[in-house]
C-alpha cells in the first residue's frame, strides 16, 4: 500500500490539531444511488423488518466473541480492554462508522461522519472512568480524494476536541481496486487512562442502584443497516423532508452525529463517584447493561419514563418493527447510562440536569421492561 508518506503527512498534521477551513462540497457523484425513491410510504401490508432480515446477525457476532474469549480467555468483556500501568490503568477501544458511511456517500456529507469515529471509541473508553488521551485512526480508499478526506479528519480533529483527547496521528491507504469510486472505510483507536482506584468496573452495583440515563441524538451509528433498508422499504428519499423536523431533509437528521460524554462522565465520576457506565450501542440496552451488572443482577427498565424520539418513532412503524428488535438494535434515545446509590440520584441531576431515572437495578439476569 502507498502509505508510507501519507502516514507521515498526517502524523504532522495531527501534532497541530487545528480545525481546517471548510470545503464546498462537491457535487455528488452518487445522486443515482441515493435511495432513488419518491416519496414515503408505508411498508407492504404483513412485511415485518428485523435487523437480521437487514443482513446483520447479533447473536453470530456473540457467538464469534464467545469463540474469541475462549482463545483468549483474558480478554475484558467490558467496553474496553485495559492493562496496569504504575498507579493507573490503560484502557483502549476501537470501532468504526458503520454503514453510516453509506448515507455520507450518498449524501457527499462527510464532515461529521469523524466525530461518530472518535465518539464510538471514546465512549467506550469513558466507561471505565478513563479519560481518553489520545486517539489513531484509520482511512481506506481505493483512490485519494484530498478534499474528501479533509472534510472526514476535519470531523476527527472536532470529535478529539469534544472528548478532551489528541489527534496523535493516522494511517492513509490507497488501495486502487479495492473500493469503489468516492467511497471509503474507517477505523478509530482510542487509549486513556484512569487512577487504579478510580476504575469503573461494576462490581458494586447492588440491588436497588438507580440507572440514570443520558439522551441520545439519534441513532448514533448502530442500526444503520436496519436504517437503510426501512429506507428502502418505505420508498423514502433521503433528500425528502424529515418527518419529525422540518428544518432539514431525513439524510441530514440520519446523520446527525453521535453524541460524546467524556467530560460529563469525567465531571460526574470525580464529584458523586459511579458504580457503573454504559454505552449504548450495537444490541441497544437489551444487550449492552448485563455487560457491567453483576452476576445475579439485572435491570428493570421502565420504557414511560421518557418518551420515545420521534426518530425511532418513525422507524419503527416505517419498517414494520417488532419492539423486541427495536430495543436489541437501537438505542432508543437513550446514549449511555450510569448506574449510582439511590442517594446520589439528586447530585447527579444538578451537575447534569438532562438525566433522568430510567431504572433500578434489581434480582435477577438481563433487562426487564417494566
Known sequence: MQTSMMQQQRQ???GHAQPMPMVAPMPSKRASRMAVRSKAVAPAA???LTYKQAGVDIDAGDELVRRIKKMNPTMN???GGFVPFGDSYLVSGTDGVGTKLRLAFDMNKHDTVGIDLVAMSVNDVITSGAQPLYFLDYFATGKLDVDQAEQVIKGVIEGCNQSGCALLGGETAEMPGFYQAGEYDLAGFATGAV???KLIDGSTIKAGDKVLAFKSSGVHSNGFSLVRKVLEVSNTELTAP???DASKSIGEA???PTTIYVKRIIELHEKIGLKGVVHITGGGMTENIPRVVPKGLGVDVDPNSYPMPPMFQWIQKSGNIPTDDMRRTFNMGVGMIIVVDPSQVEAAQKLVPELWVL??????????YV
Open 195 to 197: 487512577k487504579k482506584d
Open 359 to 368: 431504572g433500578e437495578v434489581a434480582p435477577g439476569e438481563g433487562v426487564h
Open 77 to 79: 468483556t467490558g467496553f
Open 12 to 14: 504532522a498534521m495531527a
Open 242 to 244: 424529515c418527518p419529525w
Open 254 to 256: 440520519f446523520l446527525e
Open 46 to 48: 404483513g412485511l415485518t
